[in-house]
């Protein structure tokens, strides 16, 4: 009697259907030569029997077998392994002529200055982030079970096919309300354009924008990526400098006087990455420019729902009157950045382009992800969470500063951020910072950060959302050991 029992093994408590687990067996013993074509697989009831299956999952099991050319099915003689195989084995691929380019790559992009990080294999280091939320609290299960039930349902069906390219209708029309009662934002579903995240935002509307040897302006230190899409889409950049009240706007009017600026970068909310929030008072003198000097702000609002003092002030795009500003929000921290859905708003015309911009590359977004995070927005699911999050990360951020304020007061300053998830830290000696990601990485420790900050600014941006109390301790404890 052939061993079924013990060939064709699964188990009940994995996630994947036990019929796709018999399949995959079967398909296993194929492989591995227990079963050859042309044998004749027992019943259904009889197989069921011997592995202690309904009979319907085993029927299931074989049909898979079956769609997919493993087995044969006769009226009246019964299941057979077949005799015109899939592919048996995977052969190993020598000289593909995918290993070695004949010429050069066309276009360049210029690297990022991050460390080689997100190369690296972190099973043996623990990440320092630069402000990323703690996936340990998102929502996940949560936000799938809206996946799971749109998919079982056959309303749902058209979100299986080709769809909107700026994205679900449904999230569009939820945004408008959300952005309206959360950032004052008065706008129409028709300006609302779904990405992937926040960084495709920004890529479509720059690259929509920009000719080139246009100017943008961006901030130094400032999100440097940024700088590579202007640079990538022919535009120049030129830098204006940030002090305790956000972005220099005195500097942003003398740019402009010399040179053709079509658009200027900025997380008003909390600055990327020195985390300063920019004063009403500049808020409004960079309104003013944009209308006197004719450019588009970009406003990168990448952590608005993230406040703990006081209530957060309004985005630009609140007071968009005259079409100047084009909001970008996204779902990665206050949800995770595995959550590729994000969003700008923008006047007609960058719709128009953008549109055009995004079917070169993606045909559209994520349409049932996109009307999941809908329903999680309009159930309610979103501010509960939300609410849960900023306390704990309250707590993270106030035990963080009180942990460098207590250790490395002598040896660095900072001022306490009032929302987002990172702390600006500026070292008092230069050296002592340029060696600190190489000697944390000895002690299993991978802070992630760009060079500059440190070349230029003594400067390091830490995230302390994602470590809980005992990992920041312990965190604190190594950086000390190394900086005493
Ligand atoms: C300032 C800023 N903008 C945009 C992004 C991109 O975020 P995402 O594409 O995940 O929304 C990041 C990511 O860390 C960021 O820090």
């Given at each position: 009697m052939f061993p079924w029992k013990s060939i064709l093994k699964f188990s009940r408590e994995s996630t994947k259907p036990i019929y796709l687990q018999l399949a995959d067996a079967i398909i296993k013993s194929i492989h591995e030569g227990h079963l050859f074509p042309g044998q004749k697989l027992p019943g259904a009831r009889v197989l069921g029997d011997l592995l202690n299956l309904n009979r319907k999952t085993v029927t299931a099991a074989l049909e898979e077998l079956s769609s997919q050319g493993w087995v044969e099915s006769y009226e009246w003689k019964g299941t057979f392994v077949s005799n015109k195989l899939p592919e048996l084995k995977y052969k190993p691929l020598h000289n593909t002529g995918f290993r070695e380019a004949v010429g050069e790559t066309g276009r360049k992009v210029n690297k990022f200055r991050?460390?080689?990080?997100?190369?690296?294999?972190?099973?043996?280091?623990r990440l320092i982030d630069d402000g990323v939320p703690d996936v340990r609290l998102s929502p996940l299960d949560t936000l799938y079970a809206y996946h799971r039930s749109i998919l079982s349902k056959n309303a749902f069906s058209a979100l299986l096919?080709?769809?909107?390219?700026?994205?679900?209708?449904d999230l569009r029309m939820t945004l408008t309300s959300y952005l309206h009662t959360t950032r004052g934002i008065v706008t129409d579903h028709q300006n609302i354009f779904i990405t992937r995240g926040s960084q495709m935002a920004i890529y479509i509307t720059v690259t929509a924008l920009l000719k080139k040897g246009d100017y943008c302006i961006t901030s130094l230190p400032g999100y440097q990526i940024v700088d590579n899409i202007i640079n990538h889409s022919g535009g120049k950049v030129a830098h204006v400098a940030v002090d305790n009240e956000g972005i220099d706007v005195g500097e942003v009017d003398e740019i402009c006087k010399k040179k053709k600026v079509r658009l200027l970068y900025i997380t008003p909310h909390h600055h990327y990455p020195t985390t300063v929030r920019l004063s009403p008072k500049r808020r409004i003198e960079l309104l003013q420019l944009a209308i006197k000097h004719n450019f588009y702000i970009l406003e990168d609002d990448y952590d608005y729902d993230l406040h703990y003092d006081n209530s957060p002030l309004l985005p630009l795009a609140s007071l968009n009157?005259?079409?100047?500003v084009i909001y970008i929000g996204s779902f990665s921290k206050c949800l995770s950045p595995s959550v590729r859905v994000g969003y700008f708003v923008a006047p007609k015309e960058i719709m128009e382009a953008a549109n055009k911009l995004r079917r070169i590359i993606d045909r559209q977004g994520d349409p049932l992800l996109e009307r999941a995070v809908s329903e999680f927005i309009k159930s309610g699911d979103l501010d509960r969470h939300l609410k849960k999050t900023v306390r704990i990360y309250k707590h993270r951020r106030d035990y963080f500063c009180a942990l460098l304020q207590s250790n490395f007061s002598e040896y660095l300053s900072f001022i306490q951020p009032e929302g987002g998830m990172s702390v600006w830290l500026v070292f008092k000696n230069a050296e002592m910072l340029k060696n600190l990601p190489d000697k944390l990485l000895k002690q299993g420790y991978l802070l992630e950060t760009d060079n500059i900050f440190i070349e230029r600014f003594n400067g390091v941006r830490i995230g302390f959302a994602s470590l809980n109390d005992v990992e920041m301790d312990k965190f604190i404890e190594t950086v000390k050991h190394i900086l005493d």
């Open positions: 991050f460390l080689e990080s997100l190369y690296l294999d972190y099973t043996n280091v096919k080709y769809n909107h390219i700026e994205g679900d209708l009157k005259d079409g100047r």
